[in-house]
């Protein structure tokens, strides 16, 4: 059976996404990241290269872990500044047919109401091309300046999962539950836009949120976006086996991966899902060019503008540990964290064939390029070659890819890899018409083992409730 390898387009709205210091780089776009253009420029070139979609990354909080300090982060750009995902979006649809469009946003700090409209809304403005990434938070930073008067949520890792699971069902209740399908009449004879009784109250009473009322908006074209997540903890790769539709996963060996993905898979089949449910992208980043020595060349030259403390003060945040605490050499042992706990346990116990501790400054050197995913080098024959490797070792379905430089690395990978896949049939030459989920599993709607789907059948109003 042939091959199907995806593309997804891995960016943040920021100058150091997963690559600290590579901004310095002559080629690197980065600092337009304030500059619609460079989006939409960015959404074609993508959308030339037939990518599912561009996954945008995001948090509301500072690196200030590392060396209990923000100044490392603000010193090497490293997710600082950062501005929000959101409007971006419109801007890419309205200069893209079949683009996807990944959202990330965490449920910690945001009402599920209003974003319950805020998502209904890109998702119509993008024809259905929207998706959105579940964060439950890591960073300690962003929770402390959005607590409530006395009060700060637990960070604790598991309850961020279990106050996202009450999220998610306030969201569902509203996309699928809210109004029936036919509604909307809008007929002008009768002067009747929306039939009323058609809309239901979604009566939510939970631990945390009390959500009596209708959604505002009218269904869109999925109703439900198309749900990310990249959780792979024993919890986060429970919650991602319930909700999720598309997961984004990393790991730095393709060990480490494949282990990622059986959990995953076996997490599934306990949520009364299968493996075919998911699409699995897995992080890596490509350094390209026409030839071998081209490619090699570019990484070398890449690896030369690496800030190694920018990359700590990233893997600080992301594993939840001070690493300036340690002395270079130190062993990634013993950890335990709040944070991240997949990229903690992705870099402990082994470091290879050798079966060393990662150190500190191997981590740094590692993820000076890529986070915490691999970097392939070579040309674009080699690169796919390799792709393919990755993929009958792991068990994913595709790529999530961190940049070097942007929007080079992109543009190497579409004109140099993206050929030979195609060549070999591996990728495709076109998109399949309509949504993100259409494109991705021949569908518009959830599918009825999703649990979105059980509020599909609209709540009856209670109480003698009525519009």
């Known amino acids: 059976m042939t091959r199907r390898i995806r593309f997804n387009a891995f960016d943040m709205s920021c100058v150091v996404h997963q690559s600290p210091g590579l901004w310095r780089h002559p080629e690197d776009q980065s600092h337009r990241y304030t500059d619609l253009r460079y989006w939409t420029d960015l959404a074609q070139l993508l959308e030339r290269g037939i990518f599912d979609g561009i996954f945008i990354a995001d948090v509301l909080g500072l690196y200030d872990i590392y060396g209990s300090s923000p100044d490392q982060a603000l010193r090497s750009g490293a997710q600082v500044p950062v501005t929000d995902p959101l409007p971006l979006v419109s801007a890419m649809a309205a200069v893209t047919d079949n683009l996807g469009f990944g959202l990330t946003t965490g449920t910690a700090f945001e009402h599920p109401f209003p974003f319950a409209r805020r998502i209904s809304t890109l998702d119509h403005l993008t024809d259905g091309r929207l998706g959105w990434n579940v964060v439950t938070g890591y960073l300690p930073s962003a929770a402390e300046n959005l607590q409530s008067r006395g009060q700060l949520d637990t960070f604790d890792h598991d309850a961020r999962y279990d106050h996202a699971d009450e999220y998610l069902e306030v ?248 050929p030979v896949l195609q060549a070999r049939g591996e990728y495709p030459e076109e998109y399949t018409p309509g949504t993100l989920r259409r494109k991705l599993f021949g569908s518009d709607r959830v599918p009825d083992n999703h649990p979105a789907a059980a509020y599909r059948t609209a709540v009856p109003a209670q109480s003698g409730e009525t519009l």
């Open 171 to 418: 969201l569902y209740k509203l996309w699928e539950g809210s109004w029936e399908d036919d509604a909307v009449i809008a007929d002008p004879l009768t002067g009747v836009y929306t039939d009323p009784s058609k809309v239901h109250p979604v009566n939510h009473h939970g631990a945390r949120y009390t959500v009596p009322g209708i959604h505002v908006t009218e269904p869109s074209p999925q109703r439900t976006p198309v749900i990310f997540q990249a959780g792979a903890s024993s919890r986060g790769s429970a919650f991602a086996a319930t909700h999720a539709e598309a997961v984004f996963v990393a790991a730095p060996t393709r060990e480490k991966l494949a282990a990622v993905v059986n959990t995953l898979t076996t997490k599934l089949e306990e949520a009364g899902r299968s493996r075919s449910d998911v699409v699995i992208y897995a992080l890596l980043t490509v350094i390209t060019g026409a030839t071998e020595e081209e490619a090699q060349a570019k990484a070398a030259e890449y690896r030369s503008y690496v800030d190694p403390e920018g990359a700590l003060a990233l893997m600080s945040g992301w594993m939840g540990v001070d690493f300036s605490r340690f002395d270079l050499d130190d062993p990634v042992a013993g950890i335990e964290s709040n944070a991240i706990q997949s990229a903690v346990a992705a870099f402990q116990r082994s470091a290879g064939e050798d079966g060393r501790e990662w150190t500190v400054r191997e981590l740094a050197e590692f993820g000076g390029i890529g986070g915490t995913g691999p970097v392939v080098v070579g040309s674009g024959e080699s690169v796919a070659d390799q792709l393919e490797e990755w993929v009958d070792a792991t068990g994913v379905d595709g790529f999530n890819l961190a940049y070097a430089v942007t929007p080079g690395t992109f543009r190497d990978i579409v004109e140099y890899v993206v």
